[in-house]
């Protein structure tokens, strides 16, 4: 595998460019094993926290899945998933997962405010189902990650907002993506995490029930606000080693 030791400032976007090419020659196919953290940190010759930056990146573009106890596989993706501009964007982003969270809070404290004050019944049904699927699914909360973007973009549709809906869901790929990323994260520093999420989720729900619109917006800025805070805890913790 022809990777080359770095020596430039811009450490991760050098990393996430040799990989991307490793894949367009056909260096790495769809279900290969990738090498380990540690045989990228000495084959590129930089840090493990900007080994781990690049591979955050591209797990969360889709290029890469890290499988817990498993390793790193090349993810089989559409073509579109390595040519789609908003990919390169993300894939070459510094700040790429801090980035999204924003744009999450911007489009999702407000899709929640609107819900709040213009769900039907239709919208109430499928928010209900959805949280008693995550309640169901506790404690392993094997359906986490699809039930948790199933609720969010249930959300938008109950905003009523046509190009809010539409907005959320051209980003579905790259939010179902960063929502693996900050979720594995968060649940491997944070005991009971999962029945947090779940309570979160409920929360929410209750407030647009009962067309509270401040409360629903208050309540999805501080769960999404938790994320952001555990992202930066664990950046802060990966310096540090």
Known sequence: MDIK???????????????????????LVPGDRFLTESELTERFQVSRTSVREAL?????????????GEGIFVKSASPNSVIEPLSF??????DQLQNILEVRKALEVEA??????RRDGE???????IVEKMKTDLPEAKDSEQLDLDFHLA???????????????????????TLQVTRALWLAATAGTTLRLFEEHRDIYYAIQSQDSEKARNLMYQHLRKVELELEKYREDSKEK
């Not at 990146?57 to 889709?62: D, K, V, Y």
């Not at 964007?89 to 510094?94: A, C, P, R, V, Y």
């Not at 929640?112 to 004050?117: K, N």
């Not at 919208?123 to 189902?129: F, M, S, T, V």
């Open 56 to 68: 955050a990146a591209l797990s969360l573009t889709g290029i890469l899945e890290i499988r817990q």
């Open 155 to 177: 959300l938008a549709r109950a905003s009523k907002n046509p190009l809010l809906n539409r907005l959320m869901n051209t980003v579905q790929e790259t939010m179902g993506q």
């Open 112 to 117: 929640a405010g609107l819900a709040a004050e």
């Open 5 to 27: 030791p770095i020596k430039n400032k811009r450490t991760t976007e050098i990393i996430l460019e040799q990989v991307k090419n490793l894949i367009i020659d056909g260096q």
């Open 89 to 94: 964007i993300l894939l070459l982003e510094k």
């Open 123 to 129: 919208d109430l049904d499928n928010l209900k189902a």
